[in-house]
């Protein structure tokens, strides 16, 4: 939409990037296949104060949050990686110059596994540019290489940089690097305005049984 200055004086203008979206897996035990899946990235955020005139115009766009991922009960397993968010723009469209730009947060991504163990990057936090504060969003948790047979997993998606240099991030999720024929399954927390989502380093010496671990934002 366009915005239209009524009064001459100084407006404090805020973007923020619309957040990416997580993904989802699925699981299936009698395949010995395991859903793995990260959370998305926050917006970025810049901001400024700027000087206006009655009858400037600016072109406002805020960003859409991506849109979340879901399976229906029952459904085969699977996974589908999430949607990276839209960027927020405040352009100047006559007057002052000014181009306050936050993109929007990375998507997710997912996996099925079977065994292998790759790593997953969480979705990638939104840039900013243009404001006389640009701060980069969160960065959604991050699944690193394992070895643990076929664990179900997820993680937190990150945070705006309100009070940060850069946002701060879901939980980081380690699992189990020595094989002994588990089936784990771990949940990481998602990050905040003060602080990151907690993480999961899984303790090697679990035994032959399934376990579960859970962590807060």
Not at 5 to 32: D, P, Y
Not at 115 to 129: E, I, K, V
Not at 203 to 217: C, P, V
């Amino acid at each position: 939409q366009t915005w239209t200055c009524h009064q001459t004086g100084l407006v404090k203008v805020v973007c923020i990037g619309g957040g990416g979206s997580g993904a989802m897996g699925t699981g299936n035990w009698g395949s010995n296949l395991g859903g793995r899946a990260t959370g998305g990235g926050a917006g970025g955020y810049s901001e400024q104060i700027i000087p206006v005139t009655k009858g400037d115009t600016y072109t406002v766009t805020i960003g859409a949050a991506a849109e979340g991922k879901e399976k229906s009960a029952g459904a085969a397993a699977g996974f589908v990686n999430g949607n990276a968010g839209g960027a927020s723009r405040f352009v100047t469209a006559s007057g002052t110059t000014i181009d306050l730009n936050a993109g929007g947060g990375g998507a997710g991504v997912g996996e099925i596994n079977d065994g292998s163990n790759g790593a997953l990057a969480g979705g990638t936090g939104g840039s900013a540019s243009g404001g006389t504060t640009n701060r980069v969003g969160g960065a959604g948790g991050a699944i690193l290489t394992g070895s643990v047979d076929y664990p179900s997993s997820a993680t937190g998606g990150g945070a705006v940089a309100i009070r940060s240099p850069v946002g701060y991030a879901g939980g980081s999720l380690q699992p189990k690097t020595a094989s002994t024929n588990v089936q784990e399954h771990y949940a990481t927390g998602g990050g905040g305005v003060g602080g990151a989502g907690g993480a999961i380093t899984a303790n090697a010496t679990y035994g032959t049984a399934n376990q579960g671990s859970a962590t807060n934002g």
